[in-house]
């Protein structure tokens, strides 16, 4: 069959195109976009081009229909919990559900499903995120300094002075007092790297006891409120394991059980939701299905025609015939990458405490796609052997973003 090879039939998004890109670009910073920060890439900076640049995997939309329920005052859970594995894409769920609730109209233009979503009018939205709020010199807002995460929500909410006492202090307010500023209107509150703010906060003394263990108070207060309102709803952010925890487990326990319900835990990017994440941020489009059809069909016909040879059986024939359809579905939606190569990535780099499993392979595998199209290589799909490690610039992504840095670079210097 004559197929061209991807480079001439793939269209790399210009982020991919350019040298320039820096890692940023891949990372979220849900602080810096709520405050409007300039220094925020522009794909990220209004909700049209974050949309646009979004693939909504299926959890994310119920996710999004599951808030939007809540704050319409429909029965369910209220407190969610997010649970992602480090670079997982934790902030960027949260990011979509920010401006899925400030930015309405550019989200059904973009996902025109999403106009069957309740009408809502008036919602406030709270956000914090506990890697950028300073534990011990607090936030400055409009002249004011805010010290504790219960008072920034609660100057979000227009109702800081109600809690401007306990903010000043540092002591964690009481159910009546968050019951108020919670209110009976519909009112998200999103907290993101909640377990990084409470390691902060425990280097910090309140009384006798430490700022951690007031915000550990309210955090099982606001639970408690949100979860008996009518209109509130609250997501928070945790890491997916112990090991992602900072080396503090206890307190990531704690956290955990604030959401005792499983049905209360949510997980963005699940399964093979993967390749339409990819696709979707390392391609200015999708490429021709027609493509992607033939050249699965050329892999599947190889590993048929490799494999039925040692089948001696109608039944094993009829399983392996049913998995190779699975699997052939899986080239379709990976192309132009081998579905092996992101498995790889996805199950044994994720192993490796320090890599940022969706960031981590976003950054990667941009910058493979950029000097392997340079090379104008004459490859179907991009498997493992096809990665130009004899390039400095992959090498030291590669290196960088698994975290092993010292380790890898003399293991390549051998090879190469």
């Known amino acids: 069959m004559n ?186 509150i999103i907290l993101d790297e909640v377990l990084r703010y409470v390691e902060k906060s425990a280097g910090v003394k309140v009384e006798e006891s430490a700022l951690s263990r007031q915000v550990l108070d309210f955090m099982q207060t606001i639970t408690t409120e949100v979860s008996g309102s009518r209109y509130a709803c609250m997501i928070y952010s945790l890491p997916a394991s112990a090991r992602e925890s900072f080396g503090n487990e206890q307190m990531l326990e704690i956290l955990d059980h604030l959401t005792s319900r499983v049905d209360a835990k949510r997980e963005p990017i699940t399964g093979d939701d993967i390749f ?38 109608d039944e094993e024939r009829r399983e392996f015939e049913e998995r190779i359809i699975k699997y052939r579905e899986r080239f379709v939606m990976a192309y132009p990458f081998h579905p092996a190569l992101i498995d790889l990535m996805r199950e044994r780099w994720a192993s490796i405490p320090d890599f940022q499993r969706t960031r981590g392979v976003l950054r990667f595998l941009a910058t493979v796609l950029r000097h392997l199209k340079k090379r104008n290589v004459s490859d179907l799909l991009i498997s493992a052997t096809d990665i130009p490690i004899d390039e400095p610039e992959v090498r030291r992504v590669f290196s960088v973003k698994l975290g092993k840095e010292n380790h890898i670079k003399p293991c390549l210097r051998r090879i190469l």
Do not use: C
Request: charged share 30%; proline share 6%; hydrophobic share 40%.
């Open 276 to 313: 339409a994440v990819l696709r979707k941020r390392l391609l200015d489009e999708a490429p021709p299905e027609e493509i992607a059809n033939k050249v699965a069909d050329i892999y599947i016909d190889s590993i048929r025609k490799n494999i039925l040879t040692y089948v001696s059986s």
């Open 3 to 188: 197929i061209k090879p991807w480079p001439e039939v793939v269209k790399l998004h210009p982020d991919v195109e350019s040298e320039s890109t820096a890692i940023s670009t891949y990372a979220i910073d849900l602080g810096a976009i709520v405050e409007k920060d300039p220094n925020v890439p522009p794909i990220y900076r209004d909700a049209y081009s974050f949309f646009k640049a979004t693939h909504l995997t299926r959890d994310m939309r119920f996710l999004i229909e599951e808030v939007y329920d809540r704050l319409s005052g429909r029965e369910g859970n209220r407190v969610l919990q997010l649970r992602s594995p480090f670079g997982g894409g934790k902030s960027h769920t949260l990011a979509t559900l920010y401006y899925a609730l400030k930015n309405r109209k550019e989200l059904e233009i973009l996902f025109p499903e999403m106009k069957k979503l309740p009408k809502i009018y008036g919602v406030k939205v709270a956000v914090f995120d506990g890697e950028k709020f300073d534990a011990l010199t607090g936030k400055q807002v409009e002249g004011k300094t805010i010290h504790t995460i219960w008072g920034y929500i609660a100057w979000q909410l227009g109702k800081y002075e109600l809690l401007e006492e306990h903010d000043k202090k540092k002591v964690a307010p009481g159910g009546d007092l968050v019951k108020k500023i919670i209110g009976d209107e519909p009112v998200l």
